[in-house]
């Protein structure tokens, strides 16, 4: 399994950001996708789940902090998951991790609390 995230930067509170996770190695309907995010400083344990989705169904959740400002999706044809992110605020700085995890074709999101597979991350620095 191979996930690779690209989209993050710098941006102003209120600022719009969209992230973008390339996956590969795996079949599409079988696993469920993912963002989590990691506060520097913080350890691995620390990472907390931000947003999934089941590639088979397209059911997404969402962590209650982001609800209402961030969106996630799936582009099936490009094998690439999405993590629109609007107003956002400092709080949302973090590395933003693209996972992964077998679900067995589920239609459910596996939890989005601890993942199999995890990418290198992307910063997404938020100020104020």
């Known amino acids: 399994v191979q996930l690779v995230e690209s989209g993050g930067g710098l941006v102003q509170a209120g600022g719009s950001l969209r992230l973008s996770c390339a996956a590969s190695?795996?079949?599409?309907?079988?696993?469920?996708l993912g963002w989590f995010r990691q506060v520097p400083g913080n350890s691995e344990k620390e990472r907390k789940g931000?947003?999934?989705?089941?590639?088979?169904?397209?059911?997404?959740v969402y962590a209650d902090s982001v609800r209402g400002r961030f969106t996630i999706f799936a582009d099936n044809a490009k094998n690439t998951v999405y993590l629109q992110m609007n107003g956002l605020k400092p709080e949302d700085t973090a590395v933003y991790y693209c996972?992964?995890?077998?679900?067995?074709?589920?239609?459910?999101?596996?939890?989005?609390?601890?993942?199999?597979?995890y990418g290198r991350g992307t910063q997404v620095t938020v100020t104020s």
């Open positions: 996972a992964a995890i077998n679900t067995g074709g589920s239609i459910h999101t596996g939890g989005c609390s601890e993942y199999d597979y």
């Open positions: 190695g795996f079949t599409w309907g079988d696993f469920a």
């Open positions: 931000v947003s999934c989705i089941s590639l088979s169904s397209s059911r997404a």
